[in-house]
């Protein structure tokens, strides 16, 4: 069976933590692909500032370079609510013949139980887990079905969000080597958050 990783996200905008996160995440379970996903509605926080076209070209300028790293539409698509678990089931459907590894951060990993439809989910997929400053990862209060569901990844603590770079935008303050450069260049572009060359 051919090992996917998806990395799931609001990409508001993409940053090198999502990338670190999932070259780590590849690396450590010789994943042969990661598939970069912007939510359209994320289930559990306040909805992306820019459109789901502009997140989803800033994901697709930032995955280009690695042959292994792609940006996929499918929950654009569909509109929404983005709950993995009906992602997950279409994915599946689509690709019987592919493992899904679904890459998160420390602070997903404590929220899991709260996700829409986890026991089941638990039983689709694996997830892969990494620790991300200001969150510290406690799957020891995690029921045990999550807890066997989680793999751990080891990747260079990056204390940057997408939250940090929209706040500093509109402070006035640089996001510059925060993003990569074509990320840089697009939100310069087209304006995005305010930002000002
Ligand atoms: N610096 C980081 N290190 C490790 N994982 C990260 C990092 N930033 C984001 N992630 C993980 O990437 C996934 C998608 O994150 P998301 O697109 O919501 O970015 P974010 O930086 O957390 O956004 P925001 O600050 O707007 O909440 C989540 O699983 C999150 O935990
Ligand atoms: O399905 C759920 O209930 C659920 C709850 C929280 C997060 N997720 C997914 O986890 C990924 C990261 O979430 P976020 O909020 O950090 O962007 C993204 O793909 C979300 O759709 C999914």
Request: no cysteine; proline share 6%; aromatic share 8%.
């Amino acid at each position: 069976m051919k090992k996917v990783g998806i990395m799931g996200g609001a990409f508001d905008p993409i940053h090198l933590g999502h990338l670190l996160a999932a070259e780590a995440a590849r690396e450590q379970y010789q994943l042969e692909e990661v598939w970069f996903m912007p939510s359209h509605i994320p289930p559990h926080k306040h909805q992306a500032g820019v459109s789901g076209q502009q997140r989803l070209e800033m994901v697709a300028a930032a995955t280009d370079q690695h042959p292994a790293f792609k940006a996929i539409d499918i929950e654009l698509q569909r509109g929404g609510v983005s709950y993995t678990i009906n992602t997950v089931k279409e994915l599946r459907k689509q690709y019987p013949d592919v493992d899904l590894y679904f890459i998160i951060g420390a602070d997903m990993v404590n929220y899991l139980p709260k996700w829409e439809g986890i026991e089941e989910l638990t039983t689709l997929l694996k997830f892969i887990g990494l620790q991300r400053p200001g969150s510290f990862m406690e799957l020891d209060l995690l029921p045990t079905s999550i807890q066997e569901a989680v793999n751990l990844a080891e990747m260079p603590l990056v204390d940057i969000s997408s939250s940090l770079i929209r706040r500093r935008i509109s402070g006035g303050l640089s996001v510059r080597y925060m993003v990569p450069e074509v990320v840089y260049e697009y939100m310069i572009r087209s304006g995005l958050y305010g930002i000002q060359p």
